[in-house]
C-alpha cells in the first residue's frame, strides 16, 4: 500500500529565498523515485512511480503541491529544524496504458476520464488507490515535520510512523529518514507548468 503522508513535503505560494531551495532526489528505490522542487515557500514533490527497478520505465507520478514554513531549531534529533506544510493540491498523471485502463475501470478517485499524459487532481477525494477507506489531503490541510540540512547538498526529513504521523504538532517525527535527498539543481524549477511540461524521465 502506497502511504499517502508521504505526500507531506509539497506546495506552492510567493517565493522567498531559503536554504533548501533547489532540487532534490533521493535514489530510485523499490521502483519508486522521489523528488522536491523547492523554492522558497513554493515546493513540488514528486513521487515517481516505475514498471522497473532501475527506475527507467514510467508508470505513474503523484504531484503534491502546497506551502512549506520553516520553523525553530529542535533540541533533538541532532540538527533538526521544525518544517510545516500546507497542501494546495494533489495530482496524478499516469504513464502506462495498463494503469489508465484500470483507473477508468475502476473509476479511481471518483474519476473516469483518465488519459496517460494529462494530470488529474485528486485533492481531497477518497482513492482505493492509496488503501482502503484512505482520503487524499484537501486543500488546507497540514502536517507537522523537521528536516536537517547536511553539507548543503544532502536533505533529511523525518521519518513517519503511526506514533509520529506528522499530523499534529505532538506528532512531529522524532527520527530521520535515512534514505536522505540530495541536491541536484541548485536553482530551482519553475514549480507545476515547467515540471508537467518537462521530459520527467
Known amino acids: ?3 499517502i503522508f508521504i505526500a507531506i513535503f509539497a506546495w506552492q505560494v510567493t517565493a522567498q529565498a531559503s536554504p533548501i531551495d533547489g532540487v532534490w532526489r533521493q535514489e530510485c528505490r523499490s521502483k519508486i523515485m522521489r523528488e522536491e522542487n523547492i523554492e522558497g515557500e513554493k515546493a513540488i514533490l514528486s513521487e515517481n ?3 522497473d527497478y532501475l527506475c527507467s520505465e514510467p508508470s505513474y507520478v503523484i504531484l503534491n503541491e502546497g506551502t512549506i514554513v520553516l520553523g525553530s531549531e529542535l533540541p533533538s534529533p541532532a540538527g533538526a529544524q521544525e518544517i510545516d506544510f500546507t497542501f494546495k493540491s494533489v495530482s496524478i498523471v499516469l504513464y502506462s496504458e495498463p ?3 484500470h483507473f477508468n475501470q475502476a473509476s479511481m478517485c471518483g474519476l473516469t476520464n483518465w488519459i496517460a499524459g494529462e494530470p488529474r487532481e485528486i485533492t481531497g477525494l477518497g482513492c482505493t488507490f492509496f488503501g482502503p477507506r484512505i482520503k487524499v489531503p484537501s486543500r488546507g490541510d497540514q502536517r507537522f515535520g523537521i528536516f536537517r540540512l547536511v553539507n548543503e547538498d544532502y536533505l533529511f526529513f523525518g521519518a513517519l510512523s503511526p506514533d509520529q504521523d506528522a499530523s499534529t504538532p505532538a506528532r512531529r517525527p ?3 529518514d535515512p534514505f536522505a535527498y540530495r541536491r541536484v539543481i541548485q536553482t530551482p524549477r ?3 507548468n515547467e515540471f508537467l511540461s518537462r521530459d520527467l524521465f
Open 174 to 176: 522524532k527520527v530521520y
Open 99 to 101: 494503469y489508465v485502463r
Open 1 to 3: 500500500m502506497i502511504s
Open 190 to 192: 519553475s514549480l507545476k
Open 49 to 51: 512511480a516505475f514498471e
